[in-house]
């Protein structure tokens, strides 16, 4: 059982006792205990034995302790057991759907005894959620809507958890004799910000010969964790995980793997429109290789690179891979230097223990420095985010004089001190401009007032873009992935606006988030914003998780000229006060 497993039951755990009337102090028991196990770089498992560590972490006391080891003992957890039986696991889905907390499912439940999404649908659609307390008529329309919104995205999974589930299958298959090379595909090479199907790629000796790939089929089948097998071929097993992911491996053989990288990587469009050149150039494309129409000899197969090539074609890397303009640019050798993680130079989206963070400004500054960046901006929460701790005027002030205190004797890094401050409901900012002002820079971000019209909510966004003190719009869509949408707003007015105040847009790189997308960046780029790549991390694990947001600005074609934090501290401290370098 790894952190995320674990994080997941006291999750769940702590909604069902939400939904079944518990103390609320019991409740927040669990959750700061998922909180904190979700956040730990160290698995939980390895300190299982030794129960003086585990108490040392913050949100674990004695009886949580007792919890997490009924959990490595028996596998389970008996109250998490227990709640389930008597609300049914179908209650869990309910958790998901936007806007029906536990205490509307516990409504529910005891008005009617529905505990599954049909039934609760049902319900909304024969006008009866709107007779219940605190509901009404427009509440169930918006009820009806999330529902909608949620069979939209049932069956697609979060980039990290379909990374950590590549990971999980590739450490179960690197010893088995004869594998050379283990390589996730799909949506997942191409970093799209969700996944439906894992498709993992497995080559070597092993996969040659009829037996050996079933003898290996075997060996993936004992992959912890199989909900039920969907099929297994001469080539191909396809199961399913028990929460809900698709997987297919692939058994090639080596001649033929850059043929299949190559067409299990490219999106259908890609692929279509690949083929299609192949066909006019005399030749056939297909997952075993690229070969000539007429007598079917393979001319490319190995490897990717060598298909472009022959196909007259500069190597498209796999996140452009969605015929949005790549194989015209790439038969042009036209394609942009995309940026890499490499060229990043600082972060400047981090929470410390002064608001909701779990580590110091001394320890955030130690990891930061440890992963070779030259500067980074501590950028606590402001008062609005009352459960946060935000900061009023007057804590914002001595948390400045702190963050200055740490950057003094720091070597090596410059440590900025900065503010998310929240754009209230009129646009205005939640800190004083006198406080504002003595920032190295502001990240303005919306938390609250998601549901105001797109006029409202562009006015509101341009006021703060227009504020003199803001240097960057945060998550600037504030959407969550798989749980809440995108707010709306006039996305070219704001871009302008962007530009003419030299206001840059986040791209926040946590995968719940991904904001800005990809489609928005390239918008973003065709205006010429510039973009900053930060992290948001509330702990010093999360700092790694910029790959993420890296991922989705190559898919937008982004090179590091349109990321401001590839820039020197001294260029980027000016950048943060509007003194954007000039286009190149």
């Known amino acids: 059982m790894d952190n995320k497993t674990i994080a997941g039951i006291l999750y769940e755990t702590a909604d069902l006792l939400e939904i079944d009337g518990q103390d609320s102090f019991r409740i927040r028991s669990y959750r700061n205990a998922a909180e904190a196990i979700e956040a730990m770089p160290q698995q939980i498992a390895d300190l299982i034995g030794e129960p003086k560590k585990v108490l040392e972490i913050r949100g674990i006391g004695k009886g949580m302790l007792v919890n997490l080891q009924e959990m490595f003992k028996d596998g389970r957890l008996s109250l998490h057991a227990d709640l389930l039986k008597k609300y049914r696991p179908t209650m869990l889905d309910l958790l998901k759907i936007q806007g029906l907390g536990p205490k509307t499912i516990a409504l529910i439940w005891s008005a009617y005894q529905v505990s599954d999404l049909e039934g609760v649908e049902k319900l909304a659609r024969e006008g009866k959620i709107r007779e219940l307390p605190r509901m009404g008529e427009k509440q169930e329309q918006k009820l009806l809507k999330a529902i909608e919104d949620y069979r939209r995205i049932a069956g697609r999974f979060l980039l990290d958890a379909a990374e950590i589930q590549a990971e999980k299958i590739i450490e179960h298959l690197k010893d088995y004799p004869g594998i050379e090379k283990i390589t996730p595909a799909g949506s997942l090479r191409r970093g799209r910000e969700t996944v439906g199907d894992l498709d993992i790629l497995v080559t070597g000796k092993a996969c040659v010969t009829e037996d050996g790939r079933a003898a290996l089929a075997e060996h993936i089948l004992k992959l912890p964790g199989i909900l039920d097998v969907i099929a297994k071929g001469d080539n191909k097993v396809s199961f399913r995980l028990r929460g809900g992911m698709q997987v ?23 692929n279509v429109a690949l083929r299609q050149r192949a066909l006019k150039m005399g030749y056939t494309l297909n997952e075993y290789s690229l070969a000539r129409l007429d007598d079917e000899k393979s001319v490319a197969a190995k490897t990717e690179e060598e298909i472009y090539a022959k196909l007259n074609l500069d190597y498209i890397p796999p996140e452009l891979r969605e015929n949005l303009g790549e194989i015209e640019a790439a038969e042009k050798h036209a394609l942009p ?33 440890e992963r070779g960046y030259k500067y980074m901006a501590i950028t606590d929460h402001s008062k609005n985010l009352a459960f946060a701790n935000g900061l ?46 003595e920032m190295d820079l502001v990240i303005a971000s919306v938390h609250s007032h998601f549901n105001q019209t797109p006029a409202e909510m562009t006015d509101r966004l341009l006021k703060a873009i227009e504020n003199p003190n803001t240097s960057i719009l945060g998550h600037p869509t504030g959407r969550l992935l798989l749980r809440r949408e995108a707010f709306q707003f006039d996305v070219d007015a704001i871009f302008k606006a962007a530009t003419k105040n030299k206001v840059a847009m986040e791209l926040n790189s ?29 702990h010093t694990s999360h700092l790694e998780k910029i790959r993420y947001g890296i991922l989705q600005a190559r898919r937008a074609w982004l090179t590091k000229e349109d990321v401001l934090n ?8 000016k950048a943060m006060k509007h003194a954007w370098p000039l286009a190149a």
Request: proline fraction near 2%; charged fraction near 30%.
């Open 337 to 369: 230097k995309l940026i890499t993680q490499a060229d990043i130079q600082g972060d400047v989206h981090m929470h410390t223990v002064e608001t909701d963070g779990r580590n110091t400004i001394e320890e955030m500054a130690k990891a930061v420095r």
């Open 248 to 270: 297919d491996v692939r058994l090639l053989a080596p001649g033929s793997f850059g043929a299949a990288m190559q067409y299990f990587t490219g999106s259908k469009a890609h």
């Open 392 to 437: 009023d005027d007057k804590r914002a002030i001595e948390h400045i004089k702190r963050i200055h205190e740490v950057d003094k004797v720091t070597e090596g890094l410059k440590i900025f001190a900065g503010i998310e401050v929240d754009i209230l409901a009129d646009g205005s900012l939640d800190l004083s401009d006198s406080v504002l002002e």
């Open 566 to 573: 590839t820039l020197p501290v001294n260029q980027f401290a």
């Open 510 to 538: 946590y995968p719940d988030r991904l904001d800005l997308g990809d489609r928005h960046l390239r918008l973003a780029k065709q205006h010429g914003v510039k973009i900053v790549i930060n992290t948001d991390s509330h």
